[in-house]
């Protein structure tokens, strides 16, 4: 379980965790371990003065214990963790029963730093649609925070490890996967929660890496495609070949199958469309808010490039960054939620299968 301890002239916390004779770091049978060895600094104001953490984590026995990594971790998991790289919010989280598949918690990690983070690459942004350079001051910001908010992830994780007894289920990012970098944590710099999370693991004696590089202990990773595109309630995957399928029918039908007093489209099923939503222009880079009035005025200028923009959005499910609304079902969430979660239920469908084998 990581604990910040802080570090002072004098008596400290930290001293007695590293130099206890008993249990101490620096003991004969130590019962914590360095959590990347990490000291860490903070301050309110400006003006005021450091403050120092000493950042540790108590040894994995006091989770699953040693001795049960010989008769397999998996079968004493209780839960899984699946972590999701949000694009509204950037790490999100969902704790999943791991044979009732019901979800414990769910949420954000590192919430502090978020809004911090997100005014910063904002900032950046408005540089970079103005044609201007970005400064390197706000470069070096973006990046300390983004290694500040992914190491606070790291420990929090590790804090939901030890709750509720689970293993993790991380998004296989590799180089066949091109998913969207739209994210406030592009994929390269999320890949060090992985690396933070290894290294914590291993020490804990909950994880071990084989000569291929797979992971065997409290720590699997899934292919994410299609996981924030995947409704939980009635598993509809809202892919682009789905999309597609209804805007070529909507097209054949010469979109009559649209009725805008009720919001709904007519296809094979009946699907809700979303009185507003939201339209990204590339040319343009930012957002703009439309409804059905708009998509049926451009539907009758008979504009096909913008019909199909138009109506892709309409249909869903996420008619905006952070918002899932599945057209067939109606259920809504946060769309890093709903991505969290299916790599939760994809983690364990896995773990599952190798506990059966």
Known sequence: MPLLLPLHFGKSYARRYLFNKQWG???KSPKIFLNNARIKREKINPGDPWRYYFDVSISGEKIFGFK????????????????????????????LGLHNKEALEKGFLAGDYIEKLKNYD????????????????????????????????????????????????LENLNDKFRGSEKSLIPKKTYKKVEKLLTD??????????????????????????????????????????FKEEIISYSKNKDYQNIDY?????????????????????????YNEKKNLE????????????????????????????????????????????????????????????????
Not at 213 to 236: H, I, M, N
């Open 25 to 27: 770091l620096f003991s």
């Open 68 to 95: 049960d990594f010989a008769n397999d971790i998996l079968t004493k998991a209780q839960c899984v963790i699946g972590i999701d790289r949000g694009e509204a919010k950037p790490i999100a989280y969902t704790v």
């Open 122 to 169: 904002a900032l950046r942004r408005d540089y970079q649609s103005r044609g201007r350079i970005v400064p390197k001051y706000l470069k070096s910001k973006i990046t300390r925070l983004q290694k500040t908010l992914l190491e606070t992830a790291a420990s929090e994780i590790l804090t939901l490890i030890a709750k509720y007894k689970g293993v993790v289920i």
């Open 200 to 241: 914590s693991l291993q020490l804990a004696g909950l994880l071990r890496t084989d000569n291929k590089g797979s992971y065997w202990g409290a720590l699997k990773t899934v292919f994410p495609a299609g996981t924030s595109q995947t409704c939980l309630k009635c598993e509809q995957l809202w892919n682009k070949d």
């Open 261 to 285: 007093t009720d919001k709904t489209l007519n296809f094979y099923k009946k699907i809700y469309l979303n009185e507003t939503y939201t339209v990204f222009y590339r040319e343009r880079k």
């Open 294 to 357: 708009d998509l049926q005025d451009i539907i009758r200028e008979k504009e096909d490039a913008e019909i199909i923009r138009y109506l892709k959005m309409a249909i869903g499910p996420r008619i905006a960054q952070d918002t899932f609304i599945c057209g067939l079902c109606g259920f809504k969430e946060n769309a890093d939620i709903v991505g969290a979660t299916n790599i939760a239920k994809r983690g364990v469908n896995l773990i599952q299968k190798i506990i059966q084998r």
